[in-house]
């Protein structure tokens, strides 16, 4: 072989996905040459404390606390620490000092990326974030390069494998959410402190990742609507599962055209939250702890990436693939050109989204109710799909009460919100039970 340059590369950080990274750049350097057309040499691991027991066998003397001096002395940098801080200082000094940075930093990037990008511009080096959503899953690249001669409409992902299987787990035994989580966290799939997957924190990080690409504007986080999965129901489920659907959280990225729009123009819905969807849909059959992105693309028509959202091994092999190419750039001379934000679409307030939905009420069981109701939702231009109704006697009282199970046409937010708190007064509901969006009907 001929003389190959070598590449100096700092990780940041040895958890799970780190160790994994370190182990596959030591045991594959041959293969990561061959491929890079240069050596990828690592040169230090950071971590927090020298004395922890690593997944994986690794050379102490990579080891440093000393974080800072690693990145200035790298061409390429790996960020696998997570937070906020250090983080973001260390990868704003790697690409002062003109290294390009690969980072699965979700949280950083939805907070942040926007200063991020600026700075890897302005310091010519590449920022690439395969990693940050959706784990092992392809789907930063496909947006960004493979669909860049096209214009995406849509795209809805199951991007949080704990609220899946969550969902998964009360959509195939019945389960409440507490008991449904509380198996989540017996096998590992969810956290002690559950609530950034649970309140669809994290979803809602990677929806404004996603955004940001697929409509070239950049969106941050406090531009994503988001509800969890928490006030989700062993009933709304059973009876999501009975009208053929099934429920998932999605991040929900769409463009919204017309007056729908607000403004006449167009705009971008980004939004997560828990979603019925048609059960013959690729997404409802998206199980345990899997993830899937959707993509609707005007000329390509509809694509989905499906396969694994988390863990060491699988999240690695998504960070090597972006060092690789990173790697390359390198090689080849310049960084090229990353993401475009010359899209300029505003993004929407929830207000603005259409969709159908799913509405459960508790009433009394009297006459002339229903047609009561019907009239509530025509008043205001809400159309009836689907209405089931069950009753219930209540064994102490003996009283009875009906349980209605509505589907309705797209309507606007606006509309449906209008809707509910006219429903709400009526003397006949005893309570508004659920009120859930539907997608792909
Ligand atoms: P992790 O297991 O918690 O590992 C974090 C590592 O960073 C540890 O080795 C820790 O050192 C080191 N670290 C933390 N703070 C540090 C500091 N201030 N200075 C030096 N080292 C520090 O995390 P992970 O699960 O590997 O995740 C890493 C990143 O990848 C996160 O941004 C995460 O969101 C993202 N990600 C993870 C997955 C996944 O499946 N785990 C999937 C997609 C994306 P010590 O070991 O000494 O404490």
């Given amino acids: 072989m001929s003389e190959v340059r070598t590449l100096k590369v700092a990780l940041l950080g040895c958890g799970n996905v780190g160790a994994q990274v370190a182990r596959i750049l030591i045991d594959d350097a041959e293969d990561l040459a061959a491929r890079t057309g240069a050596r990828l040499e690592l040169g230090g691991i950071a971590v927090r404390n020298l004395d922890t027991e690593r997944d994986v066998e690794l050379p102490r003397e990579l080891f440093t606390t000393d974080a800072e001096t690693l990145v200035k002395d790298a061409d390429l940098v790996i960020e696998l620490m997570g937070g906020i801080e250090p983080a973001r200082t260390l990868i704003v000094t790697a690409m002062q000092n003109g290294a390009s940075v690969v980072t699965g930093n979700k949280a950083l990037l939805a907070q942040d990326g926007p200063t991020l990008y600026e700075e890897a511009d302005k310091a010519h080096v590449q920022l690439s974030y395969e990693a940050a959503v959706a784990g092992a899953i392809p789907i930063i690249r496909p947006i960004r390069d493979s669909l860049s001669g096209d214009r995406i409409t849509r795209v809805l992902g199951i991007v949080n494998g704990t609220t899946n299987f969550i969902l998964d787990q009360m959509d195939s035994t019945g389960a409440q959410f507490a008991d449904a989580l509380a198996e989540a966290q017996r096998l590992g799939y969810a956290e002690a402190d559950p609530t950034a997957d649970v309140e669809g924190h994290d979803a809602a990080a990677k929806a404004a990742i996603l955004a940001s690409l697929s409509f070239h504007t950049r969106f941050a986080l406090e531009n994503v609507y988001c509800e969890g999965i928490t006030a989700v129901s062993a009933s709304d489920i059973a009876a999501a599962k009975e009208a053929g ?22 705009g971008v819905s980004v939004r997560v939250h828990p979603t019925l969807l048609p059960r013959e849909h690729p997404l409802a059959a998206v199980h345990g702890a899997f993830n899937a992105v959707f993509v609707e693309a005007e000329n390509a028509g509809e694509l989905m990436f499906y396969g694994q959202g988390a863990g060491g091994t699988p999240t690695a092999s998504a960070v090597l693939g972006d060092l690789v190419s990173a790697a390359r750039r390198v090689v080849l001379g310049g960084p090229g ?14 207000d603005a989204s259409s969709t159908s939905y799913y509405i459960g009420l508790d009433v009394a ?9 019907a009239h509530i939702f025509a008043e205001h231009g809400v159309s009836i799909e689907i209405l089931r109704q069950t009753i219930h006697r209540d064994a102490q009282s003996n009283v ?8 309705t046409h797209r309507a606007s937010e606006a509309a449906l919100a209008a809707t509910v708190e006219a429903v709400k007064g009526l003397d006949v509901i005893n309570s508004v039970t659920s009120v859930l969006r539907v997608e792909g009907v």
Avoid: C, W, Y
């Fill in 337 to 350: 050109r990353t993401e475009t934000t010359t899209g300029h679409v505003p993004p929407l307030p929830i």
């Fill in 400 to 407: 009875e009460s009906a349980e209605l199970r509505i589907i």
């Fill in 365 to 373: 069981d009297q006459p002339g109710v229903l047609a009561r109701i």
């Fill in 245 to 266: 659907f099934v429920i998932k959280l999605l991040a929900i990225a769409e463009k919204v055209q017309g007056s729908a729009a607000g403004n006449g123009g167009e």
